[in-house]
């Protein structure tokens, strides 16, 4: 087995490097088998709004960006939101890979510039938005999540979500 170079300081203050310890080609596998759709936070999240009697559409095409979870009688959209792809601030789950981080740099950055256009179309367009991070649904208790999205949804607010 070979293992990837660390390159220690890749991405600046507070970041976590990470040493690949597969192949390539076994990486190249693991990589391919990430979807972005119905991924188990999302599952997850759907169960549990679906138990409190939230009823929504999944990934509507004709909204910007395809929102993981539309609520159209709140005019309300939730995006699940993974950590490592969307790099959640300070999150010990938004980790840079140690293999070719210009690459990986210029992925997440872009990532993150489509979150934030898709988002902005979304408010212009009236639409209220939420952003659910990966972290917070892994959290042993889902229903304390639920509840404030609950509140949320019911609100006028126009936005929840943690940075």
């Known amino acids: 087995m070979r293992y990837g170079k660390y390159i220690p300081g890749s991405?600046?203050?507070?970041?976590h490097n990470v040493v690949d310890v597969v192949d390539k080609q076994?990486?190249?596998?693991?990589?391919?088998?990430?979807r972005g759709k119905n991924t188990k936070p999302e599952l997850r999240l759907r169960r549990a709004l679906h138990a409190e009697g939230f009823?929504?559409?999944?990934?509507?095409?004709?909204?910007?960006?395809?929102?993981?979870?539309?609520?159209p009688r709140w005019k309300a959209v939730i995006e699940v939101h993974g950590c490592f792809w969307h790099r959640h601030d300070a999150c010990r789950y938004a980790t840079t890979p140690a293999t070719r981080p210009e690459f990986?740099?210029?992925?997440?950055?872009?990532?993150?510039?489509?979150?934030?256009?898709?988002?902005a179309r979304l408010q212009d367009a009236g639409w209220r938005t939420a952003v659910v991070w990966e972290c917070q649904i892994r959290g042993k208790n889902i229903d304390e999540l639920v509840n404030e999205l609950g509140n949320w949804?019911?609100?006028?607010?126009?936005?929840?979500?943690?940075?």
């Not at 210029?106 to 489509?114: C, I, Q």
């Not at 949804?153 to 940075?163: A, P, T």
């Open 104 to 119: 990986w740099a210029d992925k997440f950055a872009a990532n993150v510039a489509r979150d934030q256009a898709n988002l």
């Open 55 to 71: 009823r929504f559409i999944l990934h509507d095409r004709r909204l910007p960006g395809r929102p993981d979870i539309v609520l």
């Open 11 to 15: 991405r600046g203050k507070g970041s």
């Open 153 to 163: 949804i019911r609100s006028d607010s126009l936005e929840f979500g943690v940075k």
């Open 26 to 34: 076994t990486r190249s596998r693991m990589m391919s088998g990430i």
